[in-house]
């Protein structure tokens, strides 16, 4: 499961910090454009055999508002890809990509590098802003390695300052780079954007006698 998370904070707040909840690890947090009172943050937690119906996570206490969504996957690798460090034991087909912030109308991701067959890439994006209109995401793109690279979900609020966060995914059927991924706001704003690729689980091994 894959949390995606954006905070804005009031005018008199500082930089703000990243959510945080039990049992799960952070894979990326930053400040969105620099010292402007918005955070983006990706986190992540392998699913057990009994999980609640909805999760809670404590955002930084000078966030007046925010947006989030969670997202689930199966047929993951959980423990034979890497973890969010790089080190073995992981979900991760490679080790995620790096939040790269923007304010302008396209939130970007850096291209990552894909080990094994059928990995599952996903791009988050998210967006934290000073006005009453939530951004909606659009025209989601990757490399030209992927496709269909589909919408997952665009979700936004305007509650206080207005935050959205969305994603997109695909299977790459073979390893190799993905290409930078993008996406479309409307309307521009403060933004990042994060790759994160899940190793998928190994077709178990067969023969053929004759």
């Given amino acids: 499961m894959i949390v995606n998370i954006a905070q804005a904070g009031a005018s008199a707040s500082g930089v703000l910090s990243n959510p945080t909840s039990s049992g799960w690890t952070l894979v990326a947090g930053a400040d969105l454009a620099g010292g402007t009172r918005r955070w983006g943050a990706v986190l992540y937690k ?8 909805s999760y809670t996570f404590t955002l930084d206490a000078d966030a007046n508002s925010a947006a989030g969504s969670i997202v689930a996957f199966y047929n993951v690798d959980a423990t034979g890809g890497v973890l969010v460090g790089g080190g073995p034991g992981g979900p991760f087909d490679v080790t995620p990509g790096s939040l790269n912030v923007t304010n302008a109308g396209t939130a970007s991701a850096t291209a990552i590098t894909t080990t094994s067959a059928n ?14 209109t939530s951004t909606t995401f659009s025209s989601w793109t990757i490399g030209g390695s992927i496709s269909p690279f589909n919408e997952l979900y ?27 991924g993008s996406v479309s706001l409307s309307p521009s704003d403060r933004s990042g954007g994060i790759l994160l690729a899940l190793k998928a689980v190994p077709p178990a091994p067969s023969v053929t006698l004759s």
């Fill in 119 to 132: 990995a599952a890439v996903i791009m988050f994006a998210m967006e934290a802003g000073s006005g009453s």
């Fill in 46 to 53: 392998v699913a057990g055999a009994s999980e609640p119906a």
């Fill in 154 to 180: 665009d979700n936004g609020t305007t509650t206080g300052d207005d935050c959205a966060v969305g994603a997109a995914w695909g299977i790459k059927a073979t390893a190799g780079s993905t290409g930078g």
